[in-house]
């Protein structure tokens, strides 16, 4: 009886044989469209808010590459996925990219044949736990039952560690961020462990954030950032150099209120290259010279972004730490664009 | 269907045209195109399948399995740190569906049958409040119950830290179980020398028991004398097992759980998430089942009824010798579905963090190896063989039925 | 009889008049007995009251107090907890907030709302003729019809995509009367083949017509599904679908063609023997290695295929039930008859074993529309999915867990209710008929 919504949307929504593999920019600008993975929902990285508008600093990311390739940041589709479905996803051309919290490790480049296109945020895996507990380092967590969110790296990090230490613990292992948080409120368990960020994020929702402490030990590197597939270096290169783009703007001085000016020309050589007043730096990525301004127009550079999703102001409040500025004493190093 | 008709008609040289147009033959063509199209088909996903795996990379292998999982499991059946195998990991994954369907199945069972008679007691509220009981959960999906069972456990009980202190806000059950929102912890048994001896005088009493309802039914049967039923074998199976325990000195101690460090040390620990899933899928099935079991009795004509009561048997006995027998004809194929049915919903435990194998296997191995053929393939073979291990029982069930029907 | 009047007269005292009927004792009539008689008969009985009352008191004073002290006007549930200052009560203000997001989803467009609910009330117009014997036949042109509408209403786009779809079943089913004459199997192929011909004829003409007659909706892509509806699309697409499939696949499994009972019998098993949610980690993270290369499936598609799939195998069962209940006497008449085997199925057997197994079918139809709940856990935000997701990350509405998951159960609860009344109630009328 219904049988024909199915042939419908196959005729009409279904089989968009999108090309992948080779020539993902070209696919792109011809769809119109950037198909970006993100997290189901991580406060101050990627969530809908309450108009079903999705932001974040991951999103932020995505909307840059929009941007800087197809002119409109809100080209984006963006495509919620789990740890579970977010490689599959990327493998079969479904997303252009994943911008999903994702730490850089060897297997994942290696094995699983992703291309790592920089960092966007250095990330290290710490605890959180309630201030009447009395601990104040992770080392007396010995016996603890500790929530973890199951199918990240963090279960793997947190084994090792204990491992190492010599300890005992009791996971307690849940789908996802919210649920754990309200395990740990009721005191299910005794700490919750994830990427530090992700434990401010989820402290500043709490009824009494000043109730629980983020332990001093960071027991990982977690080197967070966009990913393509292996074999497009066009197109890696173009989110590669899109958040490098980014970076640079924050060391260079670009910031979305100056960039307007700045983009009729200053007397800043490597300024000019990245706003394409000099050289030929767009052409060579496949797009045109203003890619760069647009990019950063998106949603300003760096540290803006930075400042509006899950800086201190925010209710997130993140210090820049190592996220700041080679120039600052951070990591955040963007190759020169020469 | 071959009829027979009285002469045979002409032999007709075959033609190519009779594939299609002669009912004797066209049979073999629709098999043929039918296998053609499946093989086909089949071709064509395995060429998808060997051109994508070339593109990106990658190739299907079982070797992850062998490595070492580096992940931890918090409910362990059998022997399991992160430095094993993700095959025993699998394994450990699997022993926890059987533990968890296992005892779905038979809370479910003893929910539905007890709702499946009530809501066709004759006192109306009972009955009512047994038909809102399962209005209720069988028309909600197992997933919000599951979750809602999971949140108001850990929201209900009280955190270990409660039970710390002098004057502390939650107290231990007779000093030996301890509700907490982490799970239940019961008294472990310690087993000394001569407990074996304690455990074979209970095993003896077992048997002793059957033995005598046996001999008490035969009683009846042959003259009709009725033996007290109840307090002799509840007799037979304690008296001999507290002798000999006494006997022997009390071989048999219990570890009672104590709070300890963060956590309650010793004792067993029945996990929160195991008693969410557990009682979430058995009361959700026990539904199903009381509305099996409630068809089976009504199944049974009333005349049947009458003709117990008619013979002088009382309510109860109508009951249990007359109408459950035959019901049970009825109720227990559904009933084995239903098991079924429990089995595979108990996948969902990785809504509230339950490590089956669904969770390891499916779960955790799948996310860190990235092998997700593999790894899928395997876990919808071993729920295959469960599920075809239990449709062989059904099977065999029904044909046992049928033979003694005739 | 004189003479008994005689001897009443001369005894001291004999009533003449037939006295009033007495009211019954208090404890037979009424209320009362009917207290007595259903939930205090005897000291068991009573006992199972007490325990009932008790037990309902409970749920009611846990319950309660929290629904209705509920607070409706929040922004949050920190606000929501300084309103309520400690008391016991509901956060009703995220359901009042989101609950455009819990119906719809995140991303469908707002203006948008009344495509999918207008789409859900004409189901009911549309149901009622198959649904209900006394509904106006006249309505089966329009059921005929709605598949086309609710597409063009639910994804938008050109009306002239479903308007092709439409027609080119209209072509099959043409050059099925034309051909069925000299076998069913020719007409029923024919006529594949033709509305094959005819749609990817029309895929030519479409964007024409478009431009000459833009009759078009704001197109939304299927991933942009979500919330309650995305629930009951996947129930209705995936039940309606799997209908016909089932059928063939019962058909197939009693065939006495080996080969195709063979395949019939080792899906149908294969299927019914794995949990659902292993099917969709197949169409989440497997089915792309099983497509062509470079080409990408919506997820929704995916999970579609997989769920019809997974229903018509117990589809397929329920009408295996109905075809071994039909007495053999049936297909022997038919043979009799002298009608060849698809009009034997056709005229004879099927509707009678469909008519038996309609209960069962329902049966499966409501534990599927349960089931779609499980998209979630592949990172789809149906109702569950948008609860567990978008909803509780955000910063102002973390930790609100009852009031959501209540509003979700209460939401499949009607509807699953509803259908399993309906269910009851067809059941009652197809006895009477047999009767």
Same mark, same amino acid.
């Given at each position: 009886m219904n049988r024909t919504v199915f042939l419908g949307a196959l005729a009409? +929504?279904?089989?968009? +044989?999108?090309?992948?593999?080779?020539?993902t920019l070209d696919d792109v600008k011809a769809r119109g469209v950037l198909n970006c993975g993100v997290n189901t929902g991580l406060v101050g990285f990627a969530a809908p808010n309450a108009e079903g508008e999705w932001e974040g600093f991951d999103v932020a990311v995505c909307r840059a590459v929009a941007a800087a390739v197809?002119?409109?940041?809100?080209?984006v589709e963006f495509v919620s996925l789990t740890g579970k479905t977010r490689f599959t996803a990327l493998a079969s051309g479904e997303i252009d990219m994943l911008s999903r919290n994702t730490t850089w490790t060897f297997t994942r480049d290696v094995d699983l044949k992703?291309?790592?296109?920089? &960092?966007n945020y250095y990330d290290g895996q710490g605890f959180i736990v309630p201030r009447?507990?009395?601990?104040?380092?992770?080392?007396?967590?010995?016996g603890a039952s500790i929530c973890i969110q199951t199918g990240t790296t963090t279960e793997l990090n947190l084994a090792d560690y204990f491992r190492k230490n010599n300890m005992e613990y009791d996971p307690v292992p849940i789908e996802t961020n919210a649920e754990a948080l309200q395990l740990y409120n009721e005191g299910s368990c005794d700490a919750y462990t994830t990427d530090a960020s992700g434990l401010a994020a989820s402290r500043a929702t709490f009824?009494?954030?000043?109730?629980h402490v983020i332990l001093p030990e960071i027991i990982s590197k977690e080197p967070l950032g966009p990913l393509v597939r292996h074999g497009d270096n066009e197109w890696g290169d173009v989110v590669r150099w899109t958040l490098n783009a980014l970076i640079a703007a924050e060391e260079l001085g670009i910031t979305s209120a100056n960039i307007d000016e700045l983009s009729q020309g200053t007397n800043s050589p490597e300024i000019n290259r990245i706003l394409g007043t000099e050289g030929n730096l767009g052409e060579m990525l496949?797009?045109?010279?203003d890619w760069a301004v647009r990019a950063i127009k998106a949603g300003g550079n760096y540290g803006e972004i930075f400042a509006r999703h &899950?800086?201190?102001?925010?209710? &997130?409040?993140? +210090?820049?730490?190592?996220?700041?500025q080679w120039t600052e004493g951070g990591l955040m190093y963007a190759p020169p664009f020469r | 269907m071959a009829s027979v008709t009285d002469p045979e008609p002409p032999r007709e040289s075959f033609r190519l045209s009779m594939l299609l147009n002669d009912t004797r033959y066209r049979g073999y063509t629709f098999q043929f195109i039918a296998l053609l199209l499946l093989i086909l088909f089949m071709a064509y996903l395995g060429w998808n399948l060997v051109r994508n795996l070339v593109d990106q990379g990658q190739d299907i292998s079982?070797?992850?399995?062998?490595? $070492?999982?580096s992940y931890d499991i918090?409910? #362990?059946?059998?022997p399991y740190d992160s430095q094993d195998t993700h095959l025993r990991a699998a394994f450990v994954g699997v022993l926890n569906t059987l533990l968890v369907a296992f005892l779905g199945c038979v809370t479910a069972t003893v929910l539905g049958v007890l709702a499946g008679v009530l809501r066709l007691s004759k006192n109306w509220l009972v009955a009512k409040l047994m038909a809102f009981y399962v209005e209720i959960f069988r028309n909600v999906p197992v997933l919000i119950w599951i979750l809602i069972i999971f949140f108001v456990m850990t929201a209900a009980l009280p955190a270990p830290?409660?039970? #710390?202190?002098?004057? $502390?806000?939650s107290s231990m059950l007779f000093g030996a179980f301890a509700f907490t929102n982490r799970g239940v912890y019961v008294p472990r048994p310690i087993w000394e020398a001569g407990s074996a001896i304690v455990v074979a005088v209970f095993l003896a009493s077992l048997v002793a028991v059957f033995a005598y309802r046996r001999y008490a039914t035969k009683l009846l049967y042959d003259t009709g004398r009725l033996l007290p039923m109840g307090w002799p074998s509840l007799a037979i199976l304690i008296v001999p097992t507290l002798l000999a325990f006494f006997a022997l000195g009390q071989p048999i101690s219990l570890e009672y759980p104590e709070l300890r460090g963060f956590n309650f040390q010793d004792g067993i620990q029945v996990r929160g998430s195991l008693i969410a899933l557990w009682f979430a899928l058995a009361i959700y099935t026990g539904a199903f089942i009381a509305e099996n079991v409630r068809a089976g009795i009504m199944s049974v004509s009333h005349g049947q009824t009458e003709a117990a009561a008619a013979l002088g048997l009382r309510p109860r006995r109508i009951m249990s010798l007359v109408i459950l027998p035959q019901a049970l004809r009825v109720v227990i194929p559904p009933v084995i579905s239903q098991y079924l049915n429990l089995t595979k919903n108990s996948s969902l435990a990785i809504a509230v963090g339950y490590m089956d194998v669904t969770g390891t296997l499916g779960g955790i191995t799948l996310n860190q190896t990235g092998r997700a053929i593999e790894s899928v393939m395997l876990l919808m073979l071993f729920y295959l063989v469960i599920s075809l291990t239990i449709s062989a029982v059904m099977n065999l069930y029904n044909n046992a039925v049928k033979l003694k029907e005739r | 009889m004189s003479d008994t009047h005689a001897q009443a007269a001369q005894l001291? *005292? =004999?009533?003449?008049e037939t006295i009033p009927p007495a009211p019954p004792p208090v404890a037979e009539a009424g209320i009362v007995k009917w207290l007595r008689e259903n939930? *205090?008969?005897s000291v068991g009985n009573t006992l199972l009251t007490l325990v009932s009352l008790w037990a309902i008191w409970w749920v009611l004073s846990a319950t309660m107090p929290w629904i209705f002290n509920? =607070?409706?006007?929040?922004?949050?549930l920190r606000e929501c907890r300084e309103i309520l200052d400690?008391?016991?009560?509901?956060?009703w203000a995220v359901i009042r907030e989101r609950w455009t997001q819990l119906l *719809?989803?995140?991303?469908?467009p707002a203006d948008s709302y009344w495509r999918p609910t207008l789409a859900f009330v004409l189901l009911f117009v549309a149901l009622a003729p198959v649904l209900f014997p006394?509904?106006?036949?006249?309505?089966l042109p329009f059921t005929a019809i709605y598949p086309f509408l609710a597409y063009f209403l639910v994804w938008?786009?050109?009306?002239w995509v479903p308007v092709m779809a439409a027609a080119g079943f209209v072509v099959g089913y043409l050059v099925f009367q034309r051909l069925v004459a000299q076998s069913f199997a020719m007409g029923f192929f024919g006529a594949i083949a033709a509305a094959l011909v005819f749609w990817s004829l029309s895929g030519l003409v479409t964007p024409t017509l478009t431009a000459i007659?833009? =009759?078009?909706?704001?197109a939304v892509p299927s991933r942009d599904m979500g919330g309650f509806m995305l629930n009951l699309i996947l129930g209705t697409v995936c039940v309606s679908l799997s209908l016909p499939i089932g059928i063939a696949l019962a058909l197939g499994r009693q065939s006495d063609m080996p080969i195709i009972k063979w395949i019939c019998v080792i899906f149908i098993e294969f299927i019914r023997g794995v949990p659902l949610i292993t099917l969709l980690f197949v169409a989440n993270v497997v089915l792309a290695y099983f497509l062509p290369p470079n080409s990408t499936f919506d997820l929704i598609l995916r999970v579609i295929i997989m769920i019809t799939m997974f229903a018509s195998a117990y589809i397929a069962e329920v009408v295996r039930g109905g075809l071994a209940a039909l007495p053999k006497g049936q297909y022997e008449a038919a043979a009799a008859l002298g009608l060849d085997y698809p009009q034997a199925m056709r005229l004879i057997i099927l509707p009678q074993a469909l008519k038996i197994s309609i209960p069962g079918i329902v049966n499966v139809a409501v534990g599927l529309f349960k089931d779609t709940t499980l998209v979630s856990v592949i990172a789809m935000f149906d109702l569950v999915g948008m609860i567990r997701g978008p909803i509780l990350a955000s910063t102002e509405w973390n930790g609100v867990y009852w009031e959501l998951f209540g509003f979700a159960a209460a939401l499949f609860f009607v509807v699953c209710y509803g259908i399993s009344q309906y269910s009851q109630w067809l059941e009652r009328q197809l006895q009477t008929e047999r009767r």
């Open positions: 009409a +929504a279904g089989v968009t +044989a999108g090309v992948a593999g080779a020539a197809l002119g409109d940041p809100s080209a992703f291309e790592f296109t920089g &960092i009447e507990l009395g601990v104040s380092s992770a080392t007396e967590l010995d009824e009494n954030p000043g109730d496949g797009l045109d010279p &899950i800086g201190e102001s925010t209710p &997130i409040g993140l +210090a820049r730490g190592l996220n700041a | 079982f070797e992850f399995m062998g490595q $070492p999982a918090n409910q #362990r059946l059998i830290s409660a039970f #710390r202190g002098d004057d $502390p806000d | 001291a *005292f =004999v009533r003449t939930l *205090f008969s509920g =607070v409706w006007n929040a922004d949050s400690g008391a016991t009560g509901a956060c *719809f989803g995140v991303t469908y006394k509904a106006p036949r006249n309505l938008g786009g050109s009306v007659a833009p =009759v078009t909706l704001e």
